[in-house]
Nanobody, 124 residues
Framework: QLVESGGGSVQAGGSLNLTCAAS????????MGWFRQAPGKEREGVAA????????YYADSVKGRFTISQDNAKNTLYLQMSTLKPEDTAMYYC????????????????????WGQGTQVTVS
């Protein structure tokens, strides 16, 4: 089970921190990621982390502004978002699955089988 929290409304240039609490499976050697979906658009990968080694991957649109991290002890995934832009407005989803690291780097929604319900982020 994946449960996201931390979404909300913020002005452009502001920051938000998202949290994803994971339960029900072994946390190590998984790829965990954040995806987002804006109205009328496809769900896109934002950032991912390979829990085995901690390698991180980002979409070009968020590099330098978003940071993904994990707390293995708490089975929790985080997404720190700064310098937010109106185009960052979307429903943000936490996702996870066991996969090889090269697939994790691809940030493809089709490789993830476990999803949270999402948390809304609105930037105005």
């Amino acid at each position: 089970q994946l449960v996201e929290s931390g979404g909300g409304s913020v002005q452009a240039g502001g920051s938000l921190n998202l949290t994803c609490a994971a339960s029900g499976y072994t946390y190590s050697s998984y790829c965990m990621g954040w995806f987002r979906q804006a109205p009328g658009k496809e769900r896109e990968g934002v950032a991912a982390i390979y829990t085995g080694g901690g390698s991180t991957y980002y979409a070009d649109s968020v590099k330098g502004r978003f940071t993904i991290s994990q707390d293995n002890a708490k089975n929790t995934l985080y997404l720190q978002m700064s310098t937010l832009k109106p185009e960052d407005t979307a429903m943000y989803y936490c996702a996870a699955d066991r996969m090889r690291e090269r697939l994790c780097a691809g940030l493809s929604r089709t490789t993830f089988g476990y999803w949270g319900q999402g948390t809304q982020v609105t930037v105005s």
